[in-house]
């Protein structure tokens, strides 16, 4: 990454006597005010002396001023899209070559967009000096049908003096529509795509020295401009797409989507099914399509690219969270940092941990974003399967996402939409009658049947098995340990014709015996999924099943022990950052699981570019601990005991207490107290001889209300960031 702070842009046509005093100026500006930076002077196809010019300030001034050079005239929005492919500084400016606007209000510009954390600052004209020509009145009588047509109030809409950072100045120049003068519309781009803006007011001076191609034609260039107005109108108001910076990042770098493509019946049923879509959501709406789309190609881009992709999202959030949550503001605050600090995955270490507790502790008073619309947001609860329910909020772009990112996910299986699907899952528990009918009907335009797991029993199952049987899914998908207690029973009865072609499961950790049983017992592959509440799927197996895959467009995952990147091959805790949760942002939040960290350089089979993570082990709270500091996940005793379940029929280990434990066991039809020394004698040679371990005799281990089963339950704290350094004070 370039150690430069700001690149100036500056269009050129027909400036040859301009641009050595707009460079000298420039590079004064950066002198003054000790920032690192370029000038990027742009020929936009002249013909007098500029590109000499140009050429002889590269030579005079190596690294700092830089020529691009159109061999035809392209207009100032491509001359500044030029401009800014060129830069190499992580802030943009962009300025007229002619002088009029004055190249010392820079430092006030980048002053203004680092104090007050915006996303674009503008310099608007002020009126002192200004000549009441012709071209004034047209100026400003522009400007207020510019304010009116889009509901805005700025002094002087059409202005182009404008600072911002790279990424922000690319996505405001990927405009669709055909314009003559469209960077009369850079501000209502950033007002319609959502970005925070402040205006400054700046001196303005007429032309001294040569002669502004609008001279001659200003009616008939504000007659253009009016044209421009209705193609604005038509695509930043009528047919105004939610922002995404993923389609944006596409556009910067495409990729071929090898996603398997859907039959003209299928597509016909999917374009219709989006059709009555939002009669059928009650929150989330029809703007799933341009997150799926987008997904369907991100997956496939380079992982250097996704990287960028997320470490662009990443600096988002953060002058988001800086700019509108308190919470946020004052922990960087306190270790003194700035939004410009954190340029990406790499500076992630230089924000605090969030916890659980943080989030109850301030959920009501500063973590709740204060620019969030109240009626995009839902309450999500958690079921408190650790002991304790959590509250969290989502809005409604991220409740998009995880939709258009489970529908990805599926197709990993071989799924496609309009196959059939069971859901081993309750269909309308704690929805309204409205909630209740709209999920019901979407269940059956997209052929989904629900299999209610909370009312899984013996006498029961028979009649849940034919009717999966009858349904014959292609793709079912529920609770791992719904899975495994299905496969239990399958395989006790015999051939039983229920042969979906492929298996999702998910809310537990996956065991490699319960694996093996479920696919023996459905003939076809699992696939799993890590998720949680707070975030719906985090991460998927494909079908290399090699790892699972993040779901990195949305999330950044850490694998960490004691604040540094777990080895290869190790178990870490997991904290994850949400990239797109704007109302209440989860930022290297200790999720409380723990997983298997893998080489980042490695490449999965299937070529999707998104990051990898190993086993997913269960979580902090499932781990129990020995004596002289020992622990284990409780995902040992799963993977050890598997070789006993000719003995022990089910099992599950309590810790309440230091140095003790319970080993509550359902007795196996070839159960011994030989078998049960030789376990507890394996259980002390992993948590310490001195361990006290009281054995349990039981029934049964009961189903939680989820309808999970808990193989490990810890109720002590261990923490995996206890040795991670503080964060360190950093000036900006």
Same mark, same amino acid.
């Given at each position: 990454m370039s150690d430069l702070a700001l690149t100036v842009i500056?269009?050129?046509?027909?400036?040859?006597? /301009?641009?050595?005093?707009?460079?000298?100026?420039?590079?004064?500006?950066?002198?003054?005010?000790?920032?690192?930076?370029?000038?990027?002077?742009?020929?936009d196809g002249s013909t007098d002396g500029t590109r000499a010019a140009i050429e002889a300030l590269e030579r005079a001034y190596p690294g700092r001023v830089i020529g691009a050079y159109h061999p035809s005239n392209r207009g100032i929005a491509e001359a500044w899209r030029s401009g800014t492919t060129a830069a190499r500084a992580p802030i943009v400016a962009i300025?007229?070559?002619?002088?009029?606007?004055?190249? +010392? %209000?820079?430092?006030?510009l980048y002053r203004e967009l680092y104090e007050h954390s915006v996303d674009v600052v503008q310099g608007w004209r002020s009126a002192v000096g200004r000549r009441r020509d012709a071209r004034y009145h047209l100026s400003r009588g522009f400007n207020l049908m510019l304010n009116?047509?889009?509901?805005?109030?700025?002094?002087?809409n059409k202005s182009g003096f404008v600072i911002c950072s790279k990424e922000v100045m690319e996505d405001l120049l990927t405009y669709r529509g055909t314009y003559s003068y469209w960077q009369s519309f850079i501000m209502v781009a950033a007002h319609a795509k959502g970005y925070s803006y402040k205006q400054v007011e700046t001196l303005f001076e007429r032309r001294r020295s040569g002669k502004s191609f609008l001279?001659?034609?200003?009616?008939?260039?504000?007659?253009?401009?009016?044209?421009?107005?209705?193609?604005?109108?038509? +695509?930043?108001?009528?047919?105004?797409?939610?922002?995404?910076?993923? $389609?944006?990042?596409?556009?910067?770098?495409?990729?071929?989507?090898?996603?398997?493509?859907?039959?003209?019946?299928?597509?016909?049923?999917?374009?219709?099914?989006?059709?009555?879509?939002?009669e059928t959501h009650w929150m989330i709406t029809r703007d799933v399509e341009q997150d799926y789309d987008a997904l369907r190609q991100t997956q496939w881009l380079e992982p250097?690219?996704?990287?960028?992709?997320?470490?662009?999202?990443?600096?988002?959030?953060?002058?988001?969270?800086?700019?509108?949550v308190p919470f946020y503001r004052e922990s960087m605050r306190r270790n003194k940092l700035r939004p410009e600090d954190v340029r990406g995955q790499d500076d992630l270490h230089k924000l605090d941990f969030l916890t659980k507790d943080d989030v109850r502790e301030h959920l009501y008073f500063d973590m709740l974003s204060e620019n969030h619309d109240k009626d995009t947001v839902l309450k999500i609860t958690t079921s408190g399967s650790t002991g304790e329910p959590f509250v969290c909020y989502a809005d409604r772009s991220q409740l998009e996402f995880r939709?258009?990112?489970?529908?990805?996910? #599926?197709?990993?299986?071989?799924? #496609?939409?309009?196959?059939?699907?069971?859901?081993?899952?309750?269909?309308?528990?704690?929805?309204?009658?409205? #909630?209740?009918?709209?999920?019901?009907? %979407?269940?059956?335009?997209?052929?989904?049947?629900?299999?209610?797991?909370? +009312?899984?029993?013996?006498h029961k199952l028979d009649e849940m098995v034919r009717e999966i049987a009858d349904w014959q899914p292609v793709l079912m998908d529920g609770y791992a340990e719904a899975l495994d207690f299905l496969a239990q029973y399958l395989k006790s009865r015999g051939r039983v014709d229920v042969r979906p072609k492929a298996l999702m499961s998910s809310a537990q950790t996956l065991p490699a015996p319960s694996r093996r049983l479920i696919e023996e017992a459905f003939g076809?592959?699992?696939?799993?999924?890590?998720?949680?509440?707070?975030?719906?799927?985090?991460?998927? $197996?494909?079908?290399?099943?090699?790892?699972?895959?993040?779901?990195?467009?949305?999330?950044?995952? $850490?694998?960490?022990? /004691?604040?540094?990147?777990?080895?290869?091959?190790?178990?870490?805790?997991?904290?994850?950052?949400?990239?797109?949760?704007?109302c209440l942002p989860f930022i290297r939040y200790r999720i409380g699981d723990l997983a298997v960290?893998?080489?980042?350089?490695?490449?999965c089979a299937c070529g999707r570019g998104l990051p990898l993570i190993g086993d997913i082990e269960g979580r902090v709270q499932s781990i129990i601990q020995g004596t002289d500091g020992r622990y284990l996940p409780g995902t040992f005793f799963a993977h050890y005991l598997k070789e006993f379940d000719h003995a022990i029929q089910r099992f599950q280990v309590v810790q309440e207490q230091p140095h003790a434990m319970s080993f509550r066991v359902v007795k196996g039809g070839r159960y011994s107290d030989d078998v049960l020394e030789e376990i507890l004698a394996t259980f002390r040679q992993y948590l310490g001889e001195e361990m006290q371990i009281d054995v349990e005799f039981v029934e049964n281990v009961e189903l939680i209300p989820t309808g999970k089963r808990l193989a490990s339950v810890s109720k002590l704290g261990v923490d995996f960031q206890s040795g991670a350094p503080k964060t360190a004070s950093r000036s900006s």
């Amino acid at each position: 990454m370039s150690d430069l702070a700001l690149t100036v842009i500056a269009p050129c046509f027909n400036e040859e006597t /301009n641009v050595p005093e707009l460079a000298r100026r420039v590079l004064a500006v950066f002198d003054r005010g000790e920032l690192p930076g370029e000038l990027v002077l742009v020929d936009d196809g002249s013909t007098d002396g500029t590109r000499a010019a140009i050429e002889a300030l590269e030579r005079a001034y190596p690294g700092r001023v830089i020529g691009a050079y159109h061999p035809s005239n392209r207009g100032i929005a491509e001359a500044w899209r030029s401009g800014t492919t060129a830069a190499r500084a992580p802030i943009v400016a962009i300025i007229d070559a002619d002088l009029q606007y004055q190249p +010392e %209000d820079l430092l006030r510009l980048y002053r203004e967009l680092y104090e007050h954390s915006v996303d674009v600052v503008q310099g608007w004209r002020s009126a002192v000096g200004r000549r009441r020509d012709a071209r004034y009145h047209l100026s400003r009588g522009f400007n207020l049908m510019l304010n009116k047509a889009f509901g805005m109030s700025l002094q002087d809409n059409k202005s182009g003096f404008v600072i911002c950072s790279k990424e922000v100045m690319e996505d405001l120049l990927t405009y669709r529509g055909t314009y003559s003068y469209w960077q009369s519309f850079i501000m209502v781009a950033a007002h319609a795509k959502g970005y925070s803006y402040k205006q400054v007011e700046t001196l303005f001076e007429r032309r001294r020295s040569g002669k502004s191609f609008l001279d001659d034609i200003a009616y008939t260039a504000a007659a253009r401009s009016v044209v421009d107005l209705g193609k604005a109108a038509w +695509e930043y108001r009528v047919r105004r797409r939610p922002h995404d910076v993923s $389609e944006q990042f596409l556009r910067r770098h495409p990729v071929v989507d090898r996603s398997p493509k859907l039959s003209p019946s299928r597509r016909l049923h999917w374009k219709g099914y989006l059709g009555v879509f939002d009669e059928t959501h009650w929150m989330i709406t029809r703007d799933v399509e341009q997150d799926y789309d987008a997904l369907r190609q991100t997956q496939w881009l380079e992982p250097s690219q996704l990287r960028e992709l997320q470490d662009e999202k990443l600096r988002r959030l953060v002058r988001h969270a800086y700019r509108n949550v308190p919470f946020y503001r004052e922990s960087m605050r306190r270790n003194k940092l700035r939004p410009e600090d954190v340029r990406g995955q790499d500076d992630l270490h230089k924000l605090d941990f969030l916890t659980k507790d943080d989030v109850r502790e301030h959920l009501y008073f500063d973590m709740l974003s204060e620019n969030h619309d109240k009626d995009t947001v839902l309450k999500i609860t958690t079921s408190g399967s650790t002991g304790e329910p959590f509250v969290c909020y989502a809005d409604r772009s991220q409740l998009e996402f995880r939709w258009a990112a489970t529908l990805r996910a #599926q197709e990993w299986t071989g799924y #496609q939409f309009g196959d059939r699907t069971v859901r081993l899952w309750h269909q309308t528990l704690g929805m309204s009658p409205t #909630q209740a009918r709209q999920e019901m009907l %979407d269940a059956w335009l997209s052929r989904r049947k629900f299999v209610p797991v909370f +009312e899984m029993s013996e006498h029961k199952l028979d009649e849940m098995v034919r009717e999966i049987a009858d349904w014959q899914p292609v793709l079912m998908d529920g609770y791992a340990e719904a899975l495994d207690f299905l496969a239990q029973y399958l395989k006790s009865r015999g051939r039983v014709d229920v042969r979906p072609k492929a298996l999702m499961s998910s809310a537990q950790t996956l065991p490699a015996p319960s694996r093996r049983l479920i696919e023996e017992a459905f003939g076809c592959k699992v696939f799993d999924k890590y998720g949680a509440r707070e975030f719906s799927g985090i991460a998927y $197996e494909c079908d290399a099943h090699s790892g699972h895959h993040v779901v990195g467009e949305g999330y950044i995952v $850490e694998i960490l022990r /004691n604040g540094e990147p777990a080895p290869p091959g190790e178990v870490g805790e997991v904290v994850i950052t949400d990239l797109n949760n704007y109302c209440l942002p989860f930022i290297r939040y200790r999720i409380g699981d723990l997983a298997v960290a893998t080489d980042p350089s490695r490449s999965c089979a299937c070529g999707r570019g998104l990051p990898l993570i190993g086993d997913i082990e269960g979580r902090v709270q499932s781990i129990i601990q020995g004596t002289d500091g020992r622990y284990l996940p409780g995902t040992f005793f799963a993977h050890y005991l598997k070789e006993f379940d000719h003995a022990i029929q089910r099992f599950q280990v309590v810790q309440e207490q230091p140095h003790a434990m319970s080993f509550r066991v359902v007795k196996g039809g070839r159960y011994s107290d030989d078998v049960l020394e030789e376990i507890l004698a394996t259980f002390r040679q992993y948590l310490g001889e001195e361990m006290q371990i009281d054995v349990e005799f039981v029934e049964n281990v009961e189903l939680i209300p989820t309808g999970k089963r808990l193989a490990s339950v810890s109720k002590l704290g261990v923490d995996f960031q206890s040795g991670a350094p503080k964060t360190a004070s950093r000036s900006s």
